[in-house]
């Protein structure tokens, strides 16, 4: 059966992660340490729907960034995370 488990933080929760979805714009993630985050992630990918990180920031840090509502103008960073594709 699956269960709820609370991490201590979130890079705990990001852990071993495909993707991070921020759904919240709460300041613990406007905050984030994104070099630590993506070290701790399986597959770079953030899906921020609040627009609460800075695209330029998270693409220079690795990630395929993607969001809701914004200009899709930073490209995604060369190397394997960049063929990702959301559908």
Do not use: H, Q
């Not at 488990?5 to 990001?14: I, Q, R, S, T």
């Not at 979805?21 to 406007?30: D, G, H, P, Y």
């Not at 984030?32 to 800075?54: A, F, G, M, Q």
């Amino acid at each position: 059966a699956a269960s709820i488990v609370f991490e201590p933080d979130v890079y705990a929760a990001a852990s071993g992660a495909d993707a991070v979805v921020i759904m919240t714009e709460w300041n613990e993630f406007r905050g984030l340490d994104l070099e630590k985050l993506r070290s701790v992630v399986r597959t770079p990918l953030v899906l921020d729907c609040r627009n609460v990180l800075e695209p330029a920031r998270a693409v220079a840090t690795g990630f395929v960034y993607r969001s809701i509502g914004r200009d899709a103008t930073v490209k995604a960073s060369a190397g394997p995370a960049s063929t990702l594709a959301l559908r």
